[in-house]
């Protein structure tokens, strides 16, 4: 029976019924604000206050009455601006009947003043609310051609308001046709089109009807946000304009029955705080489908709660006005009453109802079909087939939903098995390839040695070994000779250890036997203990200075290693007279977080490749930037003079 009511409160949200109001009150406040209007001159000021009256009584019995008197006012003025107003404010009564007839009456006039106006905002949105009355009548296909229709031509003349009212129609047209997913598209499309100009009426109608959406599907966490949105609209605007708060009393009303909605499956306490809300918000000037929608949710609240009594005490309350006005609800209602009796065991009260119900059986008829009937008069007695039938649809499902469980639960630890399995083997594939690649590099690093010794030490060799050898076989050279070959000898054997030092450094660099120890520290205070040992020897031939707008700059590098490369950079040999003006460039690069490096003028640059104990020290300083992640290059030829750069990530 919950799910019944749940039913009849979704058709109903979309429907009109005038509202009820207290007939005599009613027409001596229309006439008091008629003959106030009356009394004022027939010029733009008895128009201005038809339009204030008008705008703030959208709402049954007097939109009707007020509207009508603004457009013939107007009319009679011949002011087109007015007369397009109260055509748009009576169109807008035919919306509230879903009139679509009289719609189109008015829609055609609206129609005629767009040029006089300026804007296809009024026209467009009542063309669109004839869609909206069709698909009520469950003409879908034309329902959806006229909202089709009205898009295009918003589209074409730029209205934005035009574009949202057609797109919240062609999404009504959709969901009364069952198709919640491309009514909920057109919706969120109306929703992206929102800008300052986009009428409020327009925004509030468009988040309830994808929060009813998501609601209906049952995303309750997607509905929140927007619910939440037309609810901070709704008081904005209340807030601005107070005087017209009954206008947007239903409004108000269908966002609580959404927060209900949303809470009884999360907190009842707050769906009962927002009950107690929506019922203040009740009055003469609610539609009656709104008051019928409040006692429907409190039902189902007392449902939730278990509080028969209560629910019984609020169909005999409602009872009267329902039966007047939504038959089919009363039938519901009745029936809803007798379940209750029946399960608190009030047999005969349940019967009672039942006999009640079919009394007005005159007055169902126009509501129900024969077969309907049949059904309330079945509800005497209790079908044990269907009861018993359902037991074993209740059984099959709860085995299904256990054997789906258990296959679901088996898959997934297979999954999580085979995915262990995968990474173990990764895991040892990766330890594979790293010792494959490790053994590469060994075998590199010493076929690259091989080849240096033996093309490259045989030439100090043989000179070593040619002096030794006329020193030691020619008896007849004199002092100075023999101090000039040892001179040699010394030189070259020099040189030779130097090359293969440079060689075993470059070996075990390569092969991963020499690690660099990563320390953070300050790359400026680096240079300037190189730029002190360079300045301060005893016979300079190297001036070095630093050019560089960085105050301070931390990187994660080797510092002893750094300090020789910076210093061996401008070091010049020993046999090299020339006096060098070196300058040390640093550059900070954000977009690559580096920093660059230029040593101008460097000694070491410029014997980059007179001997092979030069190219190897390159060699190895190169392998020490690019551990770091920085790249080395040398410049021999370069404009400011030889120059070698290099970058470091800081």
């Given at each position: 029976?919950?799910r019944?009511?749940?039913?009849?409160?979704s058709?109903?949200?979309g429907?009109?019924c005038?509202?009820?109001?207290?007939?005599a009150?009613?027409?001596?406040y229309q006439?008091?604000?008629?003959?106030v209007?009356d009394a004022?001159?027939?010029?733009?000021?008895?128009?201005?206050?038809?339009?204030?009256?008008?705008y703030?009584h959208?709402?049954a019995?007097?939109?009707?009455?007020?509207s009508?008197?603004?457009?013939?006012?107007?009319?009679q003025?011949?002011?087109?601006?007015?007369?397009n107003?109260?055509?748009?404010?009576?169109?807008s009564?035919y919306?509230?009947k879903?009139d679509?007839?009289?719609?189109t009456?008015?829609?055609?006039?609206?129609k005629?003043?767009?040029?006089?106006?300026?804007?296809?905002?009024?026209?467009?949105?009542?063309k669109?609310?004839v869609?909206?009355?069709?698909?009520?009548?469950?003409?879908?296909e034309k329902?959806?051609?006229v909202?089709?229709e009205?898009?295009?031509e918003?589209?074409?003349?730029?209205s934005?308001?035009?574009?949202?009212a057609?797109?919240n129609?062609?999404?009504?047209?959709?969901?009364?046709?069952s198709?919640?997913?491309?009514?909920l598209?057109?919706?969120l499309?109306?929703y992206?089109?929102?800008?300052?100009q986009t009428?409020?009426?327009?925004?509030?109608?468009i988040?309830?009807?994808i929060?009813?959406?998501?609601?209906?599907?049952?995303?309750?966490s997607?509905?929140?946000?927007?619910l939440?949105?037309?609810?901070?609209t709704?008081?904005?605007?209340?807030?601005?304009?107070?005087?017209?708060?009954?206008?947007?009393?239903?409004?108000?009303?269908?966002?609580?029955i959404?927060?209900?909605?949303h809470y009884?499956?999360?907190?009842?306490?707050?769906?009962?705080?927002h009950i107690e809300?929506?019922?203040?918000?009740?009055?003469?000037?609610?539609?009656?489908?709104f008051?019928l929608?409040v006692?429907?949710?409190?039902?189902?609240?007392y449902n939730?709660?278990n509080e028969?009594?209560?629910?019984?005490?609020?169909?005999?309350e409602?009872?009267?006005?329902?039966?007047?006005?939504?038959?089919?609800?009363?039938?519901?209602?009745?029936?809803?009453?007798?379940d209750?009796?029946?399960?608190?065991?009030?047999?005969?009260?349940?019967?009672?109802?039942l006999?009640?119900?079919?009394?007005?059986?005159?007055?169902?008829?126009?509501a129900?079909?024969?077969s309907?009937?049949?059904q309330?008069?079945?509800?005497y007695?209790?079908d044990e087939?269907l009861?018993?039938?359902?037991?074993?649809?209740?059984?099959n499902?709860?085995?299904?939903?256990?054997?789906?469980?258990?296959?679901l639960l088996?898959?997934?630890l297979f999954y999580?098995?085979?995915?262990y399995?995968?990474r173990k083997?990764?895991?040892?594939e990766?330890h594979?390839a790293?010792?494959?690649l490790q053994?590469e590099t060994d075998n590199?690093?010493?076929?690259?040695?091989?080849?240096?010794?033996?093309?490259?030490?045989?030439?100090?060799?043989?000179?070593?070994?040619g002096?030794a050898?006329l020193?030691?076989?020619?008896?007849?050279?004199?002092?100075?000779t023999?101090?000039e070959?040892?001179?040699i000898?010394?030189?070259?054997?020099?040189?030779l250890?130097?090359?293969v030092?440079?060689i075993?450094?470059?070996?075990?660099l390569?092969?991963g036997k020499?690690?660099?120890e990563?320390e953070?520290?300050?790359v400026l205070?680096l240079?300037h203990?190189?730029?002190?040992?360079?300045n301060?020897?005893e016979?300079?031939?190297?001036?070095v200075?630093l050019?560089?707008?960085?105050?301070?700059?931390?990187?994660r590098?080797?510092?002893?290693?750094?300090?020789?490369?910076l210093?061996g950079?401008l070091?010049?040999?020993e046999?090299?007279?020339?006096?060098?003006?070196?300058?040390?460039r640093?550059?900070?690069?954000?977009?690559?977080?580096?920093?660059c490096?230029?040593v101008i003028?460097?000694?070491?640059?410029k014997?980059?490749?007179?001997?092979?104990?030069?190219?190897?020290r390159?060699?190895?300083?190169?392998h020490?930037?690019?551990?770091?992640g920085?790249?080395y290059?040398?410049q021999?030829e370069a404009?400011?003079?030889?120059?070698?750069?290099?970058?470091?990530p800081?």
């Amino acid at each position: 029976m919950k799910r019944t009511l749940l039913i009849i409160y979704s058709i109903l949200c979309g429907w009109f019924c005038p509202l009820m109001a207290d007939d005599a009150d009613a027409l001596r406040y229309q006439d008091s604000i008629l003959r106030v209007a009356d009394a004022l001159p027939a010029t733009l000021v008895r128009l201005t206050y038809l339009r204030d009256m008008a705008y703030k009584h959208q709402y049954a019995p007097y939109n009707m009455t007020f509207s009508a008197r603004l457009y013939e006012e107007a009319k009679q003025q011949k002011n087109v601006l007015y007369e397009n107003l109260g055509a748009y404010y009576l169109a807008s009564c035919y919306d509230k009947k879903h009139d679509a007839d009289s719609l189109t009456y008015w829609v055609d006039i609206l129609k005629e003043f767009v040029p006089q106006v300026g804007t296809y905002d009024y026209y467009l949105e009542q063309k669109a609310a004839v869609s909206r009355a069709l698909a009520s009548k469950r003409q879908i296909e034309k329902a959806v051609y006229v909202a089709k229709e009205t898009l295009e031509e918003a589209v074409r003349h730029h209205s934005n308001n035009g574009k949202i009212a057609a797109c919240n129609s062609l999404g009504c047209a959709y969901g009364v046709s069952s198709r919640p997913k491309e009514a909920l598209d057109t919706f969120l499309e109306a929703y992206k089109s929102f800008s300052p100009q986009t009428k409020a009426s327009l925004k509030i109608d468009i988040l309830s009807r994808i929060a009813q959406v998501y609601g209906n599907s049952g995303r309750d966490s997607l509905r929140l946000p927007y619910l939440l949105e037309m609810d901070s609209t709704l008081q904005e605007v209340i807030s601005k304009e107070p005087e017209t708060r009954k206008n947007w009393a239903n409004f108000e009303i269908d966002c609580q029955i959404k927060y209900i909605l949303h809470y009884f499956s999360v907190d009842l306490d707050k769906a009962h705080e927002h009950i107690e809300k929506v019922k203040l918000l009740l009055g003469a000037h609610v539609d009656p489908v709104f008051w019928l929608n409040v006692q429907l949710i409190q039902l189902q609240y007392y449902n939730r709660t278990n509080e028969p009594d209560k629910s019984i005490a609020l169909i005999d309350e409602v009872t009267s006005t329902v039966l007047n006005n939504y038959v089919s609800t009363f039938a519901t209602l009745i029936t809803y009453k007798a379940d209750i009796q029946y399960g608190q065991g009030d047999i005969d009260g349940a019967i009672e109802s039942l006999r009640y119900l079919i009394q007005t059986q005159d007055s169902l008829n126009n509501a129900f079909s024969a077969s309907q009937l049949k059904q309330v008069k079945e509800i005497y007695h209790i079908d044990e087939l269907l009861l018993e039938r359902q037991k074993i649809q209740d059984t099959n499902y709860h085995r299904g939903v256990l054997f789906l469980a258990i296959i679901l639960l088996l898959a997934l630890l297979f999954y999580l098995y085979t995915h262990y399995l995968s990474r173990k083997i990764s895991v040892v594939e990766k330890h594979t390839a790293e010792a494959a690649l490790q053994a590469e590099t060994d075998n590199i690093a010493k076929d690259r040695l091989k080849s240096e010794i033996s093309h490259d030490i045989r030439t100090p060799l043989n000179v070593v070994v040619g002096f030794a050898e006329l020193l030691t076989g020619t008896e007849d050279l004199d002092k100075d000779t023999k101090k000039e070959y040892g001179q040699i000898i010394q030189a070259n054997a020099e040189s030779l250890l130097s090359y293969v030092n440079s060689i075993l450094e470059l070996s075990r660099l390569e092969s991963g036997k020499t690690k660099y120890e990563q320390e953070v520290c300050d790359v400026l205070h680096l240079c300037h203990k190189a730029m002190r040992i360079i300045n301060e020897q005893e016979t300079p031939s190297v001036s070095v200075t630093l050019q560089t707008d960085i105050d301070r700059q931390e990187i994660r590098i080797d510092k002893r290693w750094f300090e020789t490369l910076l210093t061996g950079m401008l070091m010049p040999l020993e046999n090299d007279t020339e006096h060098y003006r070196a300058v040390i460039r640093i550059k900070r690069d954000k977009a690559k977080s580096v920093l660059c490096f230029d040593v101008i003028n460097a000694p070491f640059a410029k014997v980059h490749f007179e001997n092979k104990t030069s190219l190897i020290r390159h060699e190895i300083n190169a392998h020490f930037i690019h551990y770091f992640g920085g790249i080395y290059k040398v410049q021999a030829e370069a404009e400011e003079g030889p120059t070698i750069s290099f970058t470091i990530p800081y």
